[in-house]
């Protein structure tokens, strides 16, 4: 059975996407941390990030760092802190967040609940930033 992610890519459930290119894509996170939180995957689904293969892990991680500086013109932040989690999606995915300071990225159980409008409004915020 496929990932949420993977149906995601597929367009069988709808997302924020910010970036996107043959092997990669990049949506805002739905249950965000903090304002402009991403999340970043390989479109082939792969439980597991180190069980990528090194040109999928090289590509996935260049073109993270694309979004990030995209993400860091987009939204005010001293950096974009990076974290891989994912215990609760079985698909490779990296965390981008914007931090003012490290407890942005840290607590993980407060998430922001923005609205619809709001959750736009950042999407194209962050995707006119960002250069693939």
Known sequence: MAS???KIVHGEIPAYKVAENDHFFAFLDIS???KGHVLVIPKKEVDYIFDLDDELYTGLQLFAKKVAAGLKKAIP???VGVLVLG???PHAHIHL???KSEADI???SEKLNLSREEMIEIRERISRNITL
Request: with cysteine; proline share 11%; charged share 15%.
């Open 4 to 6: 949420i992610f993977t």
């Open 32 to 34: 965000p941390v903090a």
């Open 87 to 89: 215990l609760e999606v």
């Open 106 to 108: 840290l607590n993980f």
């Open 97 to 99: 967040v914007p931090m």
């Open 77 to 79: 932040c001293k950096k």
